[in-house]
């Protein structure tokens, strides 16, 4: 299938850090635009960071500093970098992107999640 995977989410204390990835299911699709997604307990989706093809990117105020989003086209994988974690960064993180796969486009494509949980 034409899916997303995301790991590497977990349990940290306040100022550690974790590394998601977000892996196409298959070696052969590409991965377009990517986003990072969170939602928390009891608020709304968040865009968290952005990072285009080639790898430019941006973030929300928020993260900014703190987190960094990169890419390895040749794995087909998209990372997040969390360093200086907050408790407010606890959330299910969640990989978005357009992918491509036998010549065809599936847009918004969304990974099942991984919780980050950051203890105080």
């Known amino acids: 299938q034409v899916q997303l995977v995301e790991s590497g989410g977990g349990l940290v204390q306040a100022g550690g850090s974790l590394r998601l990835s977000c892996a196409a299911s298959r070696t052969s699709i590409s991965i377009n635009a990517a986003k990072w997604y969170r939602q928390a307990p009891g608020k709304q989706r968040e865009l968290v960071a952005f990072?285009?093809?080639?790898?430019?990117?941006n973030y929300a105020d928020s993260v900014k500093g703190r987190f960094t989003v990169s890419r390895d086209n040749d794995k087909n994988t998209v990372y997040l970098q969390m360093n200086s974690l907050k408790p407010e960064d606890t959330a299910v993180y969640y990989c978005n992107a357009d992918l491509k796969y036998a010549g065809t486009w599936y847009g918004g494509t969304w990974g099942q999640g991984t919780q980050v949980t950051v203890s105080s």
């Open positions: 990072i285009t093809t080639v790898g430019n990117t």
